[in-house]
């Protein structure tokens, strides 16, 4: 009788343990600054400059917070950039955002994990060719690969969309040696060690 008991009990414990799990909610793009950390986000759900101004002002009032922003970007997303310190997570500011009936738009955060990715998000990269273009530039950034694709695509994408907006002129230029690359003849295996 004792053996079947504790086995009951056991087994509600177990119940009550996987039914009581939470999502987890890290942030995607968390970089060291000062003596925390910076990262942004964008949201989900929210509908005007009065609530964004409230989300802004109850990030800035924690003290955890050293700074917080928004931005309303051209693509119609709305985007937060904070600055924080080490005591603190993305489900910490979670619950400040949800105060709001706003929520993390889940391109942007990992969700036990993983990046969720838009339907636009999917089809572009779905329609990506998978040959990759080597670019003579040294402080190009380079694809790491940790096993993760959703994520180490998302990261390299990230730091190649910020490399461009800091070398605008030597993006010109790649580009236009990638034009006149299309319009050369392919030499194919046999020719190229002909050449060589």
Not at 14 to 21: A, R, T
Not at 36 to 48: E, H, I, P, Q, R
Not at 172 to 195: D, G, Q, R, Y
């Amino acid at each position: 009788m004792k053996k079947t008991v504790f086995i009951l009990g056991l087994l509600i414990l177990i119940s009550l343990n996987s039914f009581c799990q939470t999502d987890n909610y890290e942030f995607l793009r968390q970089r060291p600054a000062g003596e925390g950390f910076t990262t942004f986000f964008d949201l989900s759900g929210l509908k005007d400059d009065f609530t964004a101004d409230q989300i802004i002002s109850a990030l800035r009032a924690d003290e955890n917070i050293s700074r917080a922003d928004y931005f309303s970007l051209k693509n119609g997303k709305d985007r937060i950039h904070i600055f924080y310190n080490n005591s603190i997570d993305a489900n910490y500011v979670r619950a400040i955002i949800q105060a709001h009936n706003v929520d993390y738009d889940l391109t942007t955060v990992l969700l036990n994990g993983e990046l969720q990715q838009s339907k636009d998000e999917k089809i572009r990269l779905r329609n990506l060719s998978s040959n990759q273009t080597s670019i003579n530039e040294s402080d190009f950034p380079k694809y790491e690969n940790t096993g993760n694709k959703d994520i180490d695509d998302n990261n390299y994408r990230v730091r190649k969309d910020t490399w461009i907006e800091n070398n605008p002129e030597k993006y010109e230029s790649i580009l236009k040696e990638m034009k006149t690359n299309e319009t050369t003849p392919t030499i194919n295996k046999k020719e190229e060690n002909n050449i060589n």
